[in-house]
């Protein structure tokens, strides 16, 4: 059970490998066997130092003053006023209070999609109960909907409780996803077998004791990864933030969004602030980046 | 696992069952009666779990999703029949279709339609023949293809305002990188915010650069479900690396591909931050003369800023039912695709 998907997608190949000495007699290499030329490193490096620029522009920019980014040609490497910037950044762009915020929002909300949709996944990949075709519908159906569709009476409905400005405000409309349900669903329709839910079921055990001792070590691996690409979508979450907070409770976005609308004229602060909103998910990726680019090319497959 | 292959009897949990029969010490004569009451009570407690615990599993979700899916969706089409206004958002005052007719006729909504259009292609299209291009590069065996991989996913890390204020910076008019380089080779400067399709292409470079990488890494993973004895077969028919390509890959790459797409497509419908932000301040206006506003930018000065709820709920429906419509196409497509096979 532990072992992991991904392992077990990736060995297939090894035997092929040491069966392909053999093979070059036939001349026949092909498909993912082939090595990368030059020019397959060439583009992949053009477009890797593409996708890079731009945060490592946001560096230099936050490093220079707003003097510096107003003559031509425009700076190429970093000067000394970055912990200044972002210093002014904290404390006049309110990114501290912003940061603090968004962890909590993304954190409870990645926890909650997670454990709800784990939840369901279960109930609809391996239980039986009425209407469960019908429900299962209309959880695909609405992996459809758009937010702004429902951002109207949302705000009417924080304006009726007096929330705006307040965390529950952006935290409840998105703790749960049909996405996450529809994902864990596949994944536990193939990961838990069946037999071993039942032989759990004749032993007496409590659906509760079966979640906990067998459903959630099975969906693991599908859950961190849930998890992850949740906690990533909701700190970039933008539209209903910043509907709903202002600048004096704000999430990162909101904070990001205020300096994009002129609430600080200094644009190497701007770009401090940028760089303060993006540090803590580039450092995740520095260090778990493997496992990310796992989880969104294994639920790729999945989905 | 543990706790289930060593339990000998049909005990519920072992520390509840060795409770019980403290508890009702004094009754300890009269035994038998005693665990059969209890026998039929954990039976009766084991059926009602098994028939009503999954609707207890899926409950947090539908309760959930009720409360801020279903309920605002239907709410919004309600509110688009009514005159609401940003200051009292609690008082509706019914007008019918009003809301709804007012669009037909308002140039500001056909303007918006029109920008999100061209955006979406502008910004889909090249995106994901790109994603395609590079997920087949990564598909070769490379050195140092793990750090390729997490490399052309660090846009999507970073989040819509954030690229976006950077992005601006670089399409800057005087001072600009982008201006910078194209001056340098003779090609003079570009006005990227004031012009109509200038404007549409910076705004697009922004989506492509945060979904590239990460819808390559999409069709890699499908790249590599495909069997290689597809390729070897024709390569042994003298396929070059380019036929395979388009023989090979791209056929067993189908269902993916409508998946991106459709996924991209319901992306530029929403499409907010990007053009919001490009704007700067009064950003809501997508421009001075509206030449990047989008449905969803138009939606939001509407509502929130000529504090015109109703119309803003009209917007949100006319944006829906056009989803819909593409949606449609996309399944007809989808399934002449499916029978031309």
Do not use: C
Request: net charge positive; glycine share 8%.
């Amino acid at each position: 059970m532990k072992a992991m998907k991904a392992k077990k997608a990736k060995k297939p190949m090894r035997p092929m490998r040491q069966v392909q000495p053999m093979k070059p007699a036939l001349g026949v290499r092909a498909g993912r066997h082939l090595h990368g030329g030059p020019l397959t490193y060439a583009v992949l490096i053009i477009f890797t130092v593409g996708s890079l620029f731009p945060l490592v522009w946001t560096a230099i920019a936050a490093s220079r003053n707003n003097t510096r980014l107003s003559q031509t040609p425009p700076p190429f490497w970093f000067g000394g006023n970055l912990f200044k910037n972002l210093q002014t950044a904290w404390t006049d762009a309110n990114m501290g209070l912003a940061l603090l915020n968004t962890a909590v929002v993304a954190g409870t909300i990645a926890l909650g999609t997670v454990l709800f949709s784990t939840l369901a996944g279960f109930a609809f990949a391996k239980l039986r109960f009425r209407f469960k075709n019908v429900l299962m519908l209309l959880v695909v159906a609405t992996m459809m909907v758009p937010p702004q569709l429902s951002v109207v009476p949302l705000f009417m409905t924080v304006a009726e409780l007096q929330w705006t400005d307040q965390l529950q405000a952006v935290i409840l409309p998105t703790l749960v996803s049909a996405f996450g349900v529809f994902f864990m669903r596949q994944y536990l329709v193939q990961a838990l077998p069946s037999e071993l839910v039942e032989a759990a079921r004749v032993d007496g055990a409590s659906s509760l004791r079966i979640i906990w001792h067998i459903v959630f070590p099975a969906a693991r691996p599908a859950m961190a990864v849930l998890g992850m690409l949740t906690f990533v979508a909701a700190w970039n979450d933008f539209f209903w933030p910043v509907i709903a907070l202002t600048q004096d409770n704000p999430t990162v976005q909101v904070a990001l969004a205020n300096l994009g609308q002129g609430f600080v004229p200094d644009q190497s602060v701007i770009m401090a602030g940028a760089l303060l909103g993006t540090l803590p998910l580039l450092l995740a990726f520095v260090l778990f980046g493997k496992q990310i680019v796992g989880g969104i090319m294994q639920g790729a497959v999945k989905g | 696992m543990r706790p289930y292959t060593d339990q000998t009897g049909p005990a519920a949990s072992p520390s509840s069952g060795d409770a019980v029969p403290d508890r009702t010490g004094p009754a300890v004569v009269e035994r038998p009666q005693g665990t059969d009451r209890r026998r039929v009570w954990r039976s009766r407690r084991y059926r009602w779990d098994t028939k009503y615990s999954p609707y207890a599993f899926v409950a947090p979700f539908f309760v959930f999703f009720a409360a801020f899916g279903v309920f605002p969706l239907l709410y919004t089409g309600w509110s688009s029949l009514h005159r609401v206004s940003l200051s009292a958002p609690n008082d509706l005052e019914w007008v019918g279709l009003h809301n709804y007719t007012r669009l037909l006729g308002d140039e500001f909504f056909w303007n918006a339609l029109r920008n999100t259009f061209t955006i979406g292609i502008i910004s889909t299209v090249p995106q994901l023949l790109m994603a395609l291009g590079i997920a087949h590069l990564l598909n070769y065996r490379l050195r140092a293809s793990g750090f390729f991989r997490v490399a052309i996913l660090t846009p999507y890390a970073t989040s819509v305002a954030a690229a976006t204020l950077v992005f601006v910076l670089l399409f800057g008019r005087d001072y600009g990188m982008i201006n910078w380089a194209l001056d340098a080779v003779g090609f003079g400067k570009v006005d990227w915010q004031s012009g109509t399709l200038s404007s549409q292409v910076a705004v697009s470079t922004i989506v492509i650069w945060r979904w590239t990488g990460y819808n390559a890494l999409i069709y890699l993973a499908a790249m590599q479900a495909v069997p290689n004895d597809l390729y070897e077969s024709a390569a042994l028919d003298g396929a070059t690396r380019w036929q395979q390509f388009v023989h090979v890959t791209i056929p067993s790459l189908r269902p993916t591909i409508l998946f991106t797409v459709v996924v991209s497509t319901i992306g530029a419908t929403q499409l907010f931050g990007e053009p919001l932000l490009f704007g700067g301040a009064g950003g809501q206006k997508g421009g001075a003369s509206h030449q990047f506003q989008t449905l969803g930018l138009y939606l939001y000065e509407q509502g929130w800023f000529n504090f015109h709820l109703g119309r803003a709920s009209a917007i949100a429906w006319a944006m829906f039912l056009i989803l819909l419509i593409v949606a449609g196409v996309y399944l007809l497509i989808a399934r002449r695709l499916r029978k031309s096979e």
